[in-house]
């Protein structure tokens, strides 16, 4: 059993984001630690454990403790072929890969940029958690960036979080990872919530602004070009580089963030290059403005 006392945590940059040393995470965790390495990640939402080597079973072992794991969302028809890969063969476990075998994609995601966004934001739960552990590495690029969205909260003028209060925004899964998604179609087909533009997070109590670029595209209530000015705002005010942690990954790396209080993205990487990174989610709730 791991002794909370080993626990060290050290911050990784002033936006968010820290480095748990001490734990080994193929070990059953006491109470007590689970406990230090929540506490951890309310306060630095996004934690990185280094040098592991944990199988699947551990991984989701490890997620479980922090709440019910996340059955991967089936993509719309129409995406399905990308989203959906050869090797998806457990339901809680995604792979995050450009890797092809016989030409077809092992897993999701591919290759690229990656514009920064909630997971399953357009589900009326989304993950609560997102649990990342790197098993193969491009030589450069590929980095994960997280954005603090406490931050970004206060950082919303005054004036504009009067006008948003009580509003909400569209998310939809209807994405191609650096291209925003269309909305202006017949969207009854495609997974998509309406969440607060404000959410009050539960586990700290504290509000976040909670949309991005890549899946929020409108505004409920509002002129459609007033609308899209203002998420335009918003998006850049979530993106401010002093709001970013930016995870340049190496062999056995394991992240976990809060999609509550976050957002993240993906810098480019040689296409060439393989990339393969074990996802499992915690399964998230309703949330409130
Ligand atoms: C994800 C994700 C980014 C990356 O797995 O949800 O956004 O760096 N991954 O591949
Ligand atoms: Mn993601």
């Known amino acids: ?5 080993d626990i060290q945590v050290v911050p990784l940059s002033p936006a968010c984001g820290a480095e748990i040393r001490g734990v080994d995470l193929t070990k059953p965790l006491s109470r007590e630690t689970v406990e230090a390495i929540r506490d951890a990640w309310d306060k630095h939402l996004v934690l990185v454990f280094r040098g592991q080597n944990v199988t699947q079973e551990q991984q989701l072992t490890f997620a479980s403790y922090f709440g019910d794991l996340g059955s991967r969302k089936k993509a ?3 995406l399905r072929a990308r989203a959906e890969g050869a090797q998806q063969d457990h339901e809680k476990v995604l792979l995050v890969s450009n890797i092809k075998e016989n030409g077809v994609p ?4 591919g290759e690229g940029e990656f514009w920064f966004h909630i997971d399953s934001g357009y589900s009326a739960t989304p993950y609560r958690y997102t649990f990342l552990y790197a098993l193969e590495l491009p030589s450069t690029g590929g980095n994960t960036m997280f954005s603090n969205m406490y931050k970004a909260y206060d950082a919303v003028p005054e004036a504009l979080k009067r006008k948003l209060t009580g509003k909400r925004a569209l998310h939809i899964h209807e994405y191609n990872r650096a291209r925003q998604a269309d909305a202006s179609g017949d969207i009854s087909n495609i997974p998509h919530y309406y969440h607060p533009v ?3 997070h539960p586990g700290t109590g504290n509000k976040t602004l909670f949309v ?3 899946m929020t595209t409108a505004l409920e209530g509002f002129d459609p070009a007033e609308g899209a000015a203002i998420l335009d705002q918003l998006y850049d005010i979530g993106e401010r580089r002093e709001f970013i942690y930016e995870h340049v990954w190496q062999h056995g790396d394991f992240l976990m963030w809060d999609n509550r209080c976050t957002i ?3 810098t ?3 296409k060439e290059q393989r990339r393969l990174l074990r996802r499992c989610t915690v399964e998230g709730d309703l949330l409130r403005e």
């Open 1 to 5: 059993m791991q002794d909370v006392l």
């Open 76 to 78: 719309p028809e129409p």
């Open 106 to 109: 092992i897993g999701a995601f």
């Open 198 to 200: 404000f959410v009050t």
């Open 212 to 214: 991005d670029r890549l």
């Open 264 to 266: 993240h993205a993906r």
């Open 268 to 270: 480019d990487f040689p």
